[in-house]
């Protein structure tokens, strides 16, 4: 999966980044700063869209009132084991992100290639996840970080087929610029469409709001049919 250039790392896992700081430490400094997330009730979801993809012109097809067809992907900040059997997500107007779920393997049908791609699954609702800013996990887990949006996870990609069970159909509501500041981004900017890859800066959040199309969740003998397992 795709991401900045300082977090790539071995291509065995696909997923995964660089190491973060002390568990212990980051256990200290999670539980004592719980991030507020807004649950959404109507199908809607809000989704990231990194500069560097911008720039690039991969995310062209996101226009406000389109349909696409997409697999939201969790950029991890961090993870706990989890202490709950619930599973349940939260997302906010930021794409900030956390989950309960366990993590499954997606393999990537692709003969030079033994890597694969691993799934977030919170009751049947499935998520790609690159580990990001944080080791690869297993098992059951408490997941905390964004939502965005992958080219490499497109249909028609390694990476993409091999997640293709989560991908859903969404009809583009709303985009958004923000500014980025120290602590809360602001002052907000409603947007027709991403903008031109020559308008991209650093300096902006863009974030984009989902409207689930396509309500069918995949059941876990389509999970065990198209070849994922657990982590």
């Not at 996101?62 to 706990?80: D, H, K």
């Not at 349940?88 to 992100?97: H, L, N, P, Q, R």
């Amino acid at each position: 999966m795709a991401k900045p250039a300082r977090t790539r790392r071995s291509r065995e896992r696909t997923v995964a980044g660089r190491h973060h700081e002390d568990k212990d430490e980051f256990v200290r400094r999670t539980l004592g700063r719980r991030a507020l997330r807004e649950e959404r009730l109507d199908g809607e979801l809000t989704v990231q869209l990194l500069p560097h993809h911008l720039a690039a012109g991969e995310l062209s097809t996101i226009v406000v009132g389109r349909e696409i067809e997409v697999a939201p992907a969790i950029y991890t900040s961090g993870y706990l084991p989890a202490l709950s059997e619930g599973e349940t997500w939260k997302v906010d107007e930021f794409g900030c992100f956390d989950a309960r779920g366990g993590v499954i393997a997606a393999p990537v049908a692709a003969e030079e290639c033994r890597c694969r791609v691993d799934v977030l699954d919170v009751d049947g609702r499935l998520f790609p996840v690159n580990w990001a800013a944080s080791d690869p996990g297993e098992g059951r887990l408490w997941v905390e970080g964004a939502l965005y949006l992958d080219p490499e996870l497109a249909a028609g990609t390694e990476h993409g087929e091999a997640v293709a069970l989560c991908r859903r159909r969404y009809r583009v509501r709303e985009i958004r610029r923000y500014r980025r500041t120290t602590y809360r981004p602001e002052d907000p900017v409603r947007l027709d469409a991403v903008p031109a890859p020559d308008e991209v800066t650093d300096a902006a959040i863009y974030v984009a709001d989902l409207q689930l199309v396509d309500d069918a969740s995949p059941t876990l003998f389509d999970a065990e049919a198209a070849g994922l397992r657990p982590g």
